[in-house]
């Protein structure tokens, strides 16, 4: 079974329409992750949270909210989904005193 | 503009062939970490490299950290199929490794 599982894998919705990605995780890890990838641009980051208490700002985070539900969960919103925001998104998570991010699968969403 | 530039942007190679990907950083590294993505699939983790002239071999895949020049290079010895893929470098750009920035990738192609 995969240790970082993101929901759902695809998805295609309408501007303005209400969106949320969820992320769970088995590794036990207490930092979580959420990135965007578009073509040309890499990965960037929206937010990340480093316990459930804990929750930050990324590069590009204007657009998005996040809910860390428990340490396993992590959940990313589109509050009125706008068409710039399709794009490919990545969960990933570290472990404290450790660097390495594991990622999930990626979640491809289109807005139209 | 990226904070982190690999070069090539795309590579295609015969098969048995040798290559190269670089990873250039606008600012002082702090951890250079390199990841392969499988087209529309999640990162894999592959090296880590923290120490200016650390190198570190898996399998056929060497990766080398020069601090001075902010340049990573990852080297492929006698490429195979199942090399293709999206190679990004991802950094940590302040001395937390907290702010994680990554690459726009390296889109290989192995033709057999």
């Known amino acids: 079974d995969a240790d970082v599982t993101q929901t759902p894998r695809n998805r295609i919705t309408k501007t303005g329409k209400r969106i949320m990605l969820e992320c769970s995780q088995t590794?036990?890890?207490?930092?979580m992750y959420w990135y965007r990838q578009d073509p040309g641009l890499g990965l960037q980051l929206i937010y990340y949270s480093f316990d459930v208490k804990d929750i930050n700002k990324g590069e590009i985070s204007d657009g998005y909210s996040v809910s860390r539900q428990a340490q396993a969960k992590f959940s990313l919103s589109l509050e009125s989904a706008i068409p710039n925001q399709t794009a490919l998104y990545f969960c990933a998570t570290s472990d404290l005193g450790h660097n390495e991010q594991f990622f999930g699968p990626g979640t491809r969403l289109t807005v139209l | 503009s990226q904070e982190l530039e690999q070069s090539p942007q795309s590579l295609i190679v015969q098969e048995g062939k040798n290559l190269t990907i670089n990873c250039t950083s606008s600012?002082?590294?702090?951890?250079l970490y390199w990841y392969k993505q499988k087209y529309g699939e999640g990162l894999i983790f592959l090296m880590m490299l923290q120490k200016g002239g650390e190198e570190k071999s898996h399998e056929k895949i060497t990766a080398k950290l020069d601090e001075k020049k902010q340049q990573s290079s990852l080297h492929i010895t006698a490429s195979q199929p199942s090399h293709a893929g999206i190679y990004l470098c991802g950094a940590g750009l302040l001395n937390n490794n907290n702010d994680m920035r990554f690459g726009a990738g390296t889109r290989l192609t192995v033709k057999p």
């Open positions: 590794k036990g890890h207490d930092r």
């Open positions: 600012k002082t590294l702090y951890g």
